[in-house]
């Protein structure tokens, strides 16, 4: 592809990040999101995830935005290895997060804070956050399904059909949030659902 390709060490263990909203240095808000199911079923972009509250995540994310000066929102991911529970840097993310409908329904609305800081308002924010809630993204439960049933990774064991099918299900049914969907306004998710269909 005409570049030096960067290779990551694949660490087995969960995928969290801490998301932040700072202001000139200080955060004014934060959250945090556990990765219970991925695109792919060793791992991958968020598609089922879970709001949570873990001190040492939010220690470790917090040091590395106040040590950067950071301003605006920010997403800083770890793995913890399932080994030795130690948190070990993923990435770090200059921009609002794909699974932000999880901060949401877990009671933190982000873009509103945001507003608020572009408005003049200097925080910090002391929203009620809800750990334990969950969201899913409907289309990637699918293609995360779709995995399961036709790939391969040598170094994670592929989970059962049934056993997939059984955690899904469950999870709606206890969890029945979702990042796109929405009764009150269903077109984002039909609007989605075209542009995959479409391939747009």
Known sequence: MGHVPIVQEYVDGTEYTIRALYDEGEPVVSTQKALRRGMKYPRGPSVYHEAVDIPALERAGLAIL???DWH???????????ATGTFKLLEINPRFWASLPCDIHAGVDYPHYYWQLANGATGPFDPTYHPGTASHFLRGELVHLHSVLTEEYAFVPRPSVGETVSGMAGSLLE?????????DDPRPFVRDTLNTVLGL
């Open 72 to 82: 605006g929102p920010a997403s800083v991911g770890f793995i913890r290895e399932k």
């Open 175 to 183: 969890q029945p949030n979702f990042d796109v969907f929405s009764l």
């Open 66 to 68: 106040d040590e950067l």
